[in-house]
């Protein structure tokens, strides 16, 4: 059964710091791995997605996320964090088989928070 | 270009009632997904409509049904409410064919059940 670990609620980080949100996976098949923000009062928003090839996809708003397959860890990343960043953080995976599943499994969700 | 946009945006029902949501997906786009976010978690499909018909449905009950119309929107229903439904709902547009369906969100709507 497919499912994604988010270890932890909160991040803290001091803006212009970098910062990591880790997430963890399980499938039993090929995993397509994406992570969405979630701001207060407005949908998620989608930052970026591996498919295939470079284990370092580079996204929207300078973050950036590394595939691990030996880990099965898709940890997000950005080398210098703004207060704006702060929001809600979810790690997502869907389980790419010839059975065209297209239920996309989520994380509980990792609250970051930047510090001025 | 409007994105996804979902009707309405807060409503509150009692133990028992039918409740509909509405979703216009992002122009384009002709796949429309459900989810429900209860608080504090991640959201959980509840299923995905593509051509008029359930195309994939997750773990819910059959008291939650969606239809989705030739204009692509959708509507998603649950009847008999419980506590237990009270979340806030999102629709999620896509495009099919366009590779690892990334996911257009709306707002949400914030169901509260009393």
């Known amino acids: 059964a497919q499912s994604v670990a988010q270890p932890e609620d909160q991040v803290n980080v001091a803006e212009g710091n970098p910062l990591t949100v880790k997430c963890t996976y399980s499938?039993?098949?090929?995993?397509?791995l994406f992570w969405y923000v979630q701001y207060p009062n407005r949908g998620l928003q989608f930052l970026l997605k591996?498919?295939?090839?470079d284990n370092l996809v580079k996204g929207s708003y300078g973050f950036e996320a590394e595939f691990n397959k030996s880990q099965t860890s898709f940890h997000l990343k950005k080398p210098s964090a703004l207060v704006s960043d702060s929001a809600l953080y979810f790690c997502?995976?869907?389980?790419?088989?010839?059975?065209?599943?297209?239920?996309?499994?989520w994380g509980l969700g990792t609250s970051l928070a930047v510090n001025p | 270009d409007a994105g996804v946009t979902q009707s309405p945006t807060h409503l509150i029902k009692t133990r028992g009632q039918q409740v509909t949501l509405r979703c216009s997906p992002k122009?384009?786009?002709?796949?429309v997904s459900w989810y429900q976010q209860a608080l504090g978690q991640g959201p959980q499909f509840i299923f995905q409509?593509?051509?008029?018909?359930?195309?994939q449905r997750g773990n819910f009950p059959d008291r939650f049904s969606g239809h989705q119309f030739p204009n692509y929107s959708s509507e998603l229903n649950v009847n008999a409410l419980l506590l237990g439904d009270s979340a806030l709902y999102l629709c999620?547009?896509?495009?099919?064919?366009?590779?690892?369906?990334?996911?257009?969100f709306g707002a949400g709507s914030r169901l509260t059940v009393l």
């Open positions: 409509y593509y051509e008029e018909e359930e195309r």
């Open positions: 999620a547009s896509s495009l099919e064919g366009s590779g690892a369906n990334v996911l257009t």
């Open positions: 997502a995976v869907r389980e790419w088989n010839a059975g065209n599943n297209r239920k996309l499994i």
């Open positions: 591996y498919i295939t090839g």
């Open positions: 499938v039993s098949g090929n995993p397509y």
């Open positions: 122009s384009g786009h002709d796949t």
